[in-house]
């Protein structure tokens, strides 16, 4: 008896959690820095979150910050400082996609978010009538290569 009264409040307890996560924003996912393809990947797996809850808003949040660069033969890596308005570049990259995918990145919200350490790209869900995820840049400032990150990027520019 004594079982089943556990099994019963622990039941509980687990419909309730469950139902309070599905009320707010959720992280997807999040990737500090990619390969186009990896890239590529996030974004079409994004769409499939979003497409399998229809009432959700997605967000992407885009922080600037260095860039992982692969050497030769891509078994090791150093990272590079960004170039001036590196994340919104890696934002209109990422629209980019979007469109490719015959999504309209009109129904996304993009946030560039500040700065870390690191580049690094959310992707959220948000459920209809929750707020918003707010970016939590972890820098204040960095430091940035002389040049500048191109306005129109391709695909190729990852």
């Given at each position: 008896?004594?079982?089943?009264?556990?099994?019963?409040v622990?039941?509980i307890?687990?419909?309730?959690?469950?139902?309070?996560?599905?009320?707010?924003a959720?992280?997807?996912?999040?990737?500090?820095?990619?390969?186009?393809?990896?890239?590529?990947?996030?974004v079409?797996?994004?769409?499939?979150?979003?497409?399998?809850?229809?009432?959700?808003?997605?967000?992407?949040?885009?922080?600037?910050?260095?860039?992982?660069?692969y050497?030769?033969g891509?078994?090791?890596?150093?990272?590079?400082?960004?170039?001036?308005?590196?994340?919104?570049?890696?934002?209109?990259?990422i629209?980019?996609?979007?469109?490719?995918?015959?999504?309209?990145p009109?129904?996304?919200?993009?946030?560039?978010?500040?700065?870390?350490?690191?580049?690094t790209?959310?992707?959220?869900?948000?459920?209809?009538?929750?707020?918003?995820?707010?970016?939590?840049?972890?820098?204040?400032?960095?430091k940035?290569q002389?040049?500048k990150?191109?306005?129109?990027?391709?695909?190729?520019?990852?």
């Amino acid at each position: 008896m004594r079982n089943l009264i556990f099994s019963f409040v622990f039941i509980i307890f687990w419909a309730f959690s469950v139902s309070a996560q599905a009320e707010g924003a959720r992280k997807i996912d999040d990737v500090e820095t990619y390969f186009c393809d990896d890239l590529k990947a996030r974004v079409h797996n994004f769409i499939t979150e979003i497409n399998y809850e229809k009432d959700s808003k997605g967000y992407v949040i885009v922080y600037e910050g260095k860039i992982k660069k692969y050497n030769r033969g891509g078994m090791t890596f150093t990272y590079v400082l960004p170039r001036k308005g590196e994340a919104n570049s890696r934002v209109e990259l990422i629209k980019q996609h979007f469109k490719f995918l015959a999504y309209p990145p009109e129904d996304i919200v993009f946030i560039n978010g500040g700065f870390r350490e690191n580049l690094t790209v959310e992707f959220w869900l948000v459920p209809k009538n929750a707020e918003p995820p707010e970016p939590t840049p972890t820098l204040k400032n960095i430091k940035h290569q002389k040049r500048k990150a191109p306005k129109k990027p391709q695909m190729g520019d990852c």
